[in-house]
């Protein structure tokens, strides 16, 4: 009777341990699908953040441009003169 029970232990046993070696497979398989998304969200996320950078970087050198700053003059009645190199000496020189 003894060796009865023990048998059917050891084969319940041994279901566990094959249902658990089946799952360790598929827990690994999802792990991995879960991490390549995360990576290609963080990958899609840094291209954007690239993007906008090159965005900001290509509106500041338009904005530098004198184009730009006599356009805006204009709009704003902002009216520039030229500085003569004597007077220029001489407001570096009283400083």
Request: hydrophobic share 40%.
């Amino acid at each position: 009777m003894k060796s009865a029970g023990i048998e059917k232990a050891f084969v319940v046993l041994t279901i566990i341990f094959i249902n658990i070696c089946l799952l360790i497979p598929v827990w690994q398989s999802a792990t991995n699908t879960q991490l390549r998304r995360e990576l290609m969200q963080s990958e899609r996320l840094l291209n954007e953040n690239e993007e906008q950078k090159m965005l900001v970087s290509a509106s500041i050198a338009r904005k530098t441009t004198p184009e730009y700053i006599i356009e805006q003059s204009t709009e704003h009645n902002i009216v520039f003169t030229q500085i003569g190199s004597d007077s220029g000496s001489l407001m570096a020189s009283n400083r």
